[in-house]
């Protein structure tokens, strides 16, 4: 399993819109991608701006190559990108041990 993690920065005072576009974004068109298997979300707390989302997938080539390149991503991006004070910071992560 991968870990994505993407680091997302948006305008002031946008929170509740975005946060409606997020969620609306996973559930019609990243939920369909190939390998998905999961998402959270995280709000930060002295940056309220500032958001940390996971997303869980089958392999790195169904996030790189399967969603990214593929047309879901164009949705995904038409639902969230009007909310981007700057493009995210995305990495990639393998589970190295489970607690």
């Known amino acids: 399993m991968i870990l994505e993690i993407a680091e997302i920065r948006i305008a002031p005072g946008q929170q509740a819109a975005f946060e409606a576009a997020l969620q609306h974004g996973i559930a ?5 991608a190939q390998g998905f298997t999961g998402a959270k979300v995280n709000r930060g707390i002295e940056s309220p701006e500032r958001y940390i989302l996971q997303v869980f997938w089958d392999t ?3 996030h ?3 969603f ?21 910071v995305v ?7 489970k607690p």
């Open 28 to 32: 019609t068109v990243i939920s369909r």
């Open 60 to 62: 790195l080539e169904d």
């Open 64 to 66: 790189t190559v399967h």
């Open 68 to 88: 990214r390149g593929g047309a879901l991503f164009a949705e995904w991006r038409a639902i969230v990108g009007p909310f981007f004070a700057a493009p995210p």
């Open 91 to 97: 990495e990639h992560f393998t589970l190295v041990s």
